[in-house]
C-alpha cells in the first residue's frame, strides 16, 4: 500500500511539558519500585513477589501487562486507518483471555511455582524440557520487547520533534536502561506496583478521551461513524479513501491470500495469551487457586472495558483527526491516540497521555524482562547447568545479569523494528508463544499419555517452524513496510505463521509421544493430576 505523505512531519504539542510529565512518572514509579525492594533477597521474593499480591490487585497488574502499546497505541491507530478490520485486534485479545480463564489458568497455577516450565517439566524428563521451555520463553519475550521497543521510537519521534533515525535509536536505548534499572532494583514486586499504576492511568485516560469523544458526537455513535468514514472517503490518498471502515475487507479483503492472514492471525491471537511467559507467570504472585481466578475476571473485565474504548478512540481520530494527518505525523499510525488527545484537550491532555503511552511501555517490558530473566536463572541456570543445586541467591545474582544482557538485545532489536505498527509486531509474538508453548502446556495439563519426546517436538518444532516462516515472510523482508527493505527473501506470502506452526505444533505433540514407548511414571502423573486440580504441593515444584 502506497502512504502520500502530505506534510512534514512536526512536533506535536509542547514538547517541554511532553517530557516533563514523563519524568514525574518515572520518579513516581521509581520510588514505589525502591520501596518494594526492601525484600528482594530471596528467589520467590524476586520472581513471584513471594505470592503477596491479593486477586484483585494481581487482576489489575495483569491488565496492566496485557494492554501494551500495541493495545493503546497500535490498534487505535489500525482502527483509525482500517477500521472494522483494526478492531479485529481488539476482538482477538479479548477472547484469547477465555482460553487462558477456562483452560490454563487455575491449573497452571496450582502445578507450578516459578515458571512455566515447572508445569512442563513436573512428570518429564526435567533438564530438556526445562531447557526448551527457557528457551521458548526468551524468544516470545524478545518478540515482545521489539514491539514496545518500536512504540517507544514511534512515540518519541511525535512528541519530540525526532525524525533522524539516530535520534530515535537513543530513545529505544533510554528506554531500554529503564527497563533495566526498574528490573534490578524492584524485581517483580516492584514491577507488579509499577503494572498497577500503570493500568490504572492507562483505562484512566481512556475513559477521559472516550467520554469527551461522545460529547463531541453527542453520544451519537452512528454520527460518529459516519463522520469517520466521509473523512476516510477525503482522503488524498486513494488507496485510503477507496475503503469502507464501516465494513469487512478494508485490511483483510480481496485475495485469498489476505483472507488466509487474516485467519492466521486471528489464530494467533486467540491461542496466543495463554502461552505468553509473562502473563502465566502473573498467576503466581497469588497465594491461592481462588485468587488466580479472581485475577483473571478482574483482568477480563478491565481488559474488556478498555478494547470497547479503542473502537471509538480509532473511529474518533478518523473522524477527527483524519488519516492523512495521522498517517503522515512521525510514528504513523501509531500517532492516532496522541493526535486525538490533542484534538480533544490540547497540549495537556497530549502530555498526560503520551506520559501514560510512555508508561505503558517501560511497564511492559519490565514485566517482560523478569520473566525472561527469571526463566533463564531458574530453567537453565539453576535447573540444567546447576543440576539444582544452586542457591536461591545464585539465581537471582543470574537472573539480574540476563537483564542487563536481555536490555542489549532488545534495545538493537528494537532499532531494527522502529517504523512498524506495534499491534502487527505483537501479534506475531503471540504467534510464537502460540506454537511454541500452548500445545505442550494443553497436553501436560490434559493428556497422561504425553511424554518427554512429545513435549520437544511440539515445542521445538512450533518454535522453529514459527521463527522460520516470519523470518522468510514479507513481514520482515521485501516491502516498503518490511523490517528489512532492502532485500526480499519473502518466500512465504503470509505474514503472520500462526494457521501452519498452531496446526504444525498439536501434531508434533501427539506423533512424538505415540512413537516413543515412554509412557512415564503412574505416580508422577497421578501426582500431578491431583496437584493440577486441588494446588497440594505445588510449593515442591521445583528442581531438586
Not at 487457586?289 to 478498555?306: M, N, P, Q, Y
Not at 524482562?369 to 536461591?392: L, M, N, P, Q, W
Not at 504467534?431 to 500452548?438: D, G, I, R, T
Request: charged letters at 10%; aromatic letters at 8%.
Amino acid at each position: 500500500m502506497t502512504i502520500t505523505h502530505l506534510a512534514e512531519p512536526e512536533a506535536v504539542g509542547n514538547t517541554a511539558m511532553n517530557i516533563s510529565i514523563f519524568v514525574a512518572f518515572v520518579a513516581v514509579t521509581m520510588f514505589v519500585v525502591i520501596r518494594a525492594s526492601r525484600k528482594n533477597t530471596t528467589a520467590s521474593e524476586f520472581f513471584t513477589a513471594g505470592g503477596g499480591f491479593s486477586g484483585t490487585q494481581n487482576g489489575i497488574a495483569i491488565a496492566g501487562d496485557y494492554l501494551s502499546a500495541a493495545s493503546f497505541l497500535g490498534i487505535a491507530g489500525a482502527i483509525a486507518v482500517y477500521g472494522y478490520d483494526g478492531f479485529l485486534y481488539s476482538i482477538g485479545f479479548l477472547v484469547a483471555w477465555l482460553v487462558a480463564l477456562l483452560v490454563v489458568a487455575e491449573l497452571l497455577r496450582n502445578t507450578g511455582r516459578f515458571t512455566m516450565a515447572d508445569v512442563l517439566s513436573f512428570r518429564l524428563k526435567e533438564r530438556p524440557v526445562r531447557m526448551a521451555a527457557a528457551l521458548s520463553t526468551l524468544v516470545v519475550s524478545l518478540f515482545y520487547l521489539l514491539a514496545q521497543m518500536a512504540g517507544a521510537g514511534g512515540l518519541v519521534a511525535l512528541l519530540l520533534n525526532i525524525h533522524d533515525r539516530t535520534g530515535q535509536s537513543i530513545v529505544i536505548a533510554v528506554v531500554g536502561v529503564l527497563m533495566i534499572a526498574y528490573v534490578l532494583i524492584g524485581g517483580m514486586k516492584g514491577t507488579t506496583w509499577v503494572q498497577i499504576i500503570k493500568a490504572c492511568l492507562l483505562i484512566a485516560g481512556a475513559v477521559v478521551m472516550t467520554a469527551i469523544v461522545l460529547i463531541k458526537f453527542g453520544f451519537n455513535i452512528s454520527h460518529l461513524f459516519g463522520e469517520a468514514q466521509n473523512m476516510i472517503s477525503g482522503s488524498a490518498d486513494e488507496a485510503v479513501a477507496s475503503r469502507d471502515v464501516l465494513a469487512p475487507g478494508a485490511k483483510y479483503g480481496g485475495s485469498t491470500e489476505s483472507k488466509i492472514n487474516f485467519i492466521s492471525l486471528g489464530l494467533a491471537l486467540v491461542l496466543g495469551t495463554a502461552g505468553l511467559p509473562h502473563v502465566l507467570m502473573r498467576f503466581y504472585t497469588v497465594p491461592t487457586a481462588k485468587e488466580a481466578r479472581r485475577s483473571v475476571v478482574w483482568a477480563i473485565s478491565l481488559i474488556g472495558a478498555f478494547y470497547l474504548f479503542t473502537l471509538i478512540l480509532g473511529y474518533g481520530a478518523a473522524a477527527l483527526v483524519g488519516p492523512d494527518k495521522i498517517l503522515s505525523a512521525a510514528g504513523g499510525e501509531n500517532a492516532a491516540a496522541p493526535l486525538l488527545a490533542l484534538e480533544l484537550g490540547g497540549t495537556v491532555l497530549l502530555g498526560i497521555v503520551s506520559a501514560v503511552a510512555f508508561a505503558t511501555i517501560l511497564a511492559v517490558v519490565a514485566g517482560l524482562a523478569i520473566t525472561a530473566s527469571a526463566s533463564f536463572a531458574h530453567d537453565i541456570y539453576a535447573s540444567v547447568i546447576k543440576r539444582g543445586k544452586a542457591s536461591e541467591s545464585d539465581q537471582v545474582r543470574v537472573s539480574r545479569i540476563t537483564v542487563v544482557v536481555l536490555g542489549v538485545i532488545s534495545i538493537v532489536l528494537g532499532i531494527l523494528a522502529n517504523g512498524q505498527n506495534i499491534a502487527f509486531l505483537v501479534a506475531l509474538a503471540f504467534a510464537v508463544a502460540a506454537s511454541a508453548n500452548l500445545p505442550t502446556i494443553i497436553y501436560s495439563l490434559y493428556w497422561r499419555r504425553f511424554n518427554t519426546r512429545g513435549a520437544l517436538w511440539s515445542m521445538y518444532g512450533g518454535l522453529i517452524s514459527c521463527i522460520v516462516l516470519i523470518v522468510f515472510s514479507p513481514a520482515v523482508t521485501g516491502g516498503s513496510k518490511a523490517m528489512i527493505s532492502s532485500i526480499d527473501i519473502s518466500y512465504f506470502p503470509l505474514e503472520n505463521p500462526g494457521i501452519v506452526s498452531i496446526p504444525l505444533a498439536f501434531i508434533l505433540g501427539i506423533v512424538g509421544t505415540l512413537t516413543s514407548r515412554d509412557r512415564g511414571e503412574a505416580g508422577k502423573n497421578a501426582e500431578m493430576e491431583v496437584r493440577s486440580l486441588t494446588g497440594v504441593g505445588a510449593e515442591g515444584a521445583v528442581a531438586h
